[in-house]
């Protein structure tokens, strides 16, 4: 090797730019035992002076991340030298430097065209940038379509990071088993990313099955690969017990190595656990410290946590009006319901019922349902027509919901001529019968999924009181047709009285005449038994042109399970 040093630095004495730059990369690798910096800048600087490309867009390297910000400028000039005697890096790190406006002002259209030029090349890096200018649409038209082929492009030619991002694409555009297999190739290559995104693929069951096994060996993966929101997941199962024994301790050391990387859902469930002595020995003021920390980095889960900490005094002195400022600051629905509490009660505030109102309202809008509930007793209590149609709104909301006492509240409604919310179920709109339907098919739907598919639910007394609530929500909401189909084929399904036959072919009749399709042909299966061809036929062609259309394309996919209707028609 030493007589190899010994020829490239005569050559390089001759002038021979080639010579050089090898020498340069040489010397100035710290890690070579012929390491020798002073005299690799020197040769590198001569190699560049004499127009060598490499040599010029390395020694803009050097001055753009080696030195200081008023070297920048002067590597923008060596990367455009470079550029222009053919330098496809050059080129690469002239769109960065645009890109991030790394010595030159931040300009999107001119970072574009050096990484055009670039991608053009064949540059995988510039390839994977374009895309994200394309995706985002800075410098260049917003193109989704064709994001997605510069990031499949950078992905093929080794760029993890592309079929990284594909994956993402992908996702939002609905295309999961697509998503997945891009992030399956970046997560070949080791892309933490990747890792962590399928992962939590498997821990939802998103575009895959549902696997918390193998959502935590990927996910163990990823963090190993140095993902801290990885490690982070990692931790909460751990802490969870979710596809592994429950090691709180084990769970707490994760959370402390990722909270000192700033992952602030860490600080948080690490404070909790300082709080609790989860895991740790319990300190509730260094708990504070952590939720603190978390708190004013935004985190509103620990914003929250912080208040309840103040409201109740733990860790630091009881302090009410903290409290509240912070679970202001969370705007989390959980908080904003607690706050509207305390001032519907006068705990710890001056009791002001407006305020109450307007927490329960910022907390029930976003979907918290025991503030729908209250934010409805008051209104009730204004007692004017709009606050009463508003209370009726809210019940309303959360009884679509799956709340029970809110379905209380509302059947009461219907039944009570005496209850403050009577009136407001007379001459119901098509949009609140709607939601009426919504809250029978819970009943009917979720827990008795055997009234799909038009079979017999049996003889379960639990079964039956699900059947018997959801015709009620279908009953109240009056003629209206999809809830008269419902309320039809369910009791067509399944009887419960003699006289529910003749309510079955009454309600599906006026959906049928409404021009519900799915109702007529739910009618046809009970005349099609022991009936011939000709009597179904007969049946169908009296039926209005749109609707027998709609039966004829319903009965030929067997639609309904019966044979006899498709060849009839």
Not at 78 to 99: M, T, V
Not at 296 to 315: P, W
Request: hydrophobic fraction near 40%; aromatic fraction near 8%; proline fraction near 2%.
């Amino acid at each position: 090797m030493g007589r190899a040093i010994a020829s490239f630095e005569a050559a390089s004495e001759e002038g021979n730019l080639f010579a050089m730059q090898v020498l340069a990369g040489i010397y100035l690798n710290k890690d070579s035992q012929f390491a020798n910096a002073e005299r690799g800048k020197v040769l590198r600087q001569r190699a560049a002076d004499r127009g060598n490309p490499d040599a010029m867009e390395m020694l803009g390297d050097s001055l753009m991340y080696g030195g200081e910000d008023d070297q920048k400028p002067k590597a923008i000039d060596w990367y455009l030298k470079a550029a222009a005697a053919g330098s496809i890096a050059a080129k690469a790190e002239l769109g960065r430097a645009f890109r991030y406006g790394h010595g030159v002002t931040r300009d999107y259209e001119k970072a574009a065209e050096w990484w055009l030029q670039a991608h053009a090349a064949g540059n995988a890096y510039s390839t994977l940038q374009l895309g994200y200018l394309t995706r985002d649409g800075n410098g260049v038209a917003k193109d989704a379509d064709k994001a997605l082929k510069l990031f499949e492009q950078a992905g093929n030619a080794g760029r993890a990071a592309g079929w990284h991002s594909a994956a993402y694409l992908h996702r939002s555009a609905g295309r999961e088993g697509h998503a997945i297999d891009a992030w399956r190739r970046a997560a070949e290559k080791g892309h933490a990313g990747a890792l962590d995104e399928l992962g939590f693929s498997y821990f939802q069951g998103h575009g895959v099955p549902k696997d918390y096994r193998e959502s935590l060996r990927i996910t163990a993966i990823a963090a190993q690969n140095g993902s801290v929101r990885a490690k982070t997941r990692v931790a909460d199962m751990l802490n969870r017990g979710i596809a592994v024994e429950k090691d709180p301790a084990r769970a707490a050391e994760l959370y402390s190595q990722t909270a000192d990387k700033g992952e602030v859902w860490s600080m948080n469930r690490l404070g909790w656990a300082y709080m609790n002595g989860t895991g740790v020995e319990k300190d509730e003021v260094r708990a504070i410290g952590l939720l603190r920390q978390a708190a004013e980095k935004g985190d509103r889960s620990a914003q929250h946590s912080l208040g309840y900490a103040y409201v109740n005094g733990r860790g630091v002195e009881k302090d009410i009006a903290k409290g509240i400022e912070w679970y202001t600051k969370a705007d989390l629905r959980a908080a904003l319901s607690n706050m509207a509490q305390r001032y519907r009660d006068g705990f710890g505030v001056e009791q002001n019922d407006v305020k109450a109102k307007l927490y329960y309202q910022r907390s029930a809008g976003k979907g918290h349902q025991a503030a729908m509930l209250a934010l409805s007793e008051l209104l009730i209590e204004d007692a004017t027509p709009q606050s009463l149609r508003d209370a009726f709104d809210w019940t309303l909301k959360a009884a679509i919901q799956g709340n029970e006492q809110a379905q209380s509240k509302l059947a009461a409604a219907f039944t009570n001529s005496d209850n403050a919310l009577h009136a407001q179920t007379e001459d119901l709109s098509d949009t609140y019968r709607q939601d009426l339907v919504k809250i029978g098919r819970r009943f009917e739907e979720v827990k008795v999924s055997c009234v799909i598919l038009l079979v017999d639910c049996g003889e379960l007394s639990k079964q039956k009181l699900q059947l018997t609530v959801a015709a009620a929500w279908y009953r109240r909401a009056g003629d209206w047709p999809d809830a008269q189909f419902r309320l039809g084929r369910m009791l067509a399904a399944n009887p419960q009285e003699p006289q529910h036959e003749r309510e079955a072919v009454e309600v599906l009749n006026a959906a049928a005449e409404a021009g519900l399709a799915d109702a007529a042909m739910r009618n046809v299966l009970g005349v099609v038994n022991g009936s011939s061809p000709e009597g179904v036929v007969g049946f169908l062609d009296r039926q209005k042109p749109t609707t027998g259309a709609r039966l004829a394309k319903l009965s030929v996919a067997g639609r309904f399970g019966d044979s006899a209707i498709g060849p009839a028609w």
